[in-house]
């Protein structure tokens, strides 16, 4: 069985991999793919967002207690990276390359340090604290796979 962090971690590279096939369409001037693709990664990161704030961040914070800890400030990023997520998505369907590559590098520095923080504090903390839950993972996996229909 793997861990909330095992499963989140390798989550995030699945949608890590879908944005540089949007780079790759983009830089090959293949606006359709870059929009479609970039549409798969939208819907991905967005499900993974939702799942989190929706079991995993609430569990976390009903067994701990801590409702203005990490969660929060997990939940102030998901907002700012989803308004990355729509410049981004204007940019691709005005097919500009340099809106697109500006909020594409702002979107990409913050995932990189969201998910590290993620990775490297909360989600071993939710594995602390969670593990005891055998109904948490299932529901997890279960509401990002959500994502992927």
Known sequence: MS???EFMTDDHRRCDDVFAEV???????????ARDTFARFAAA?????????SVLFPAFE???????????????EHVQM????AAAERALAAQDADDYAGNAETLLIMMQQHNMKEENILYPMC??????????????????????K
Do not use: C, K, N, Y
Request: glycine content about 10%; proline content about 5%.
């Open 127 to 148: 594995d602390q604290h969670l593990a005891d839950d055998p109904e948490l993972l299932p529901q997890i996996e279960a509401g990002i796979a959500a994502g992927g």
């Open 62 to 76: 009903q067994r701990t207690g801590m409702t203005m800890g990490p969660t929060q400030v997990m939940r102030s």
């Open 45 to 53: 990161v967005l499900q993974h967002f939702a799942t989190e704030e």
């Open 23 to 33: 780079e790759q369409a983009v830089t090959a001037g293949e606006w359709s793919t």
């Open 82 to 85: 989803r308004e990355l997520i």
């Open 3 to 5: 861990s909330i962090r």
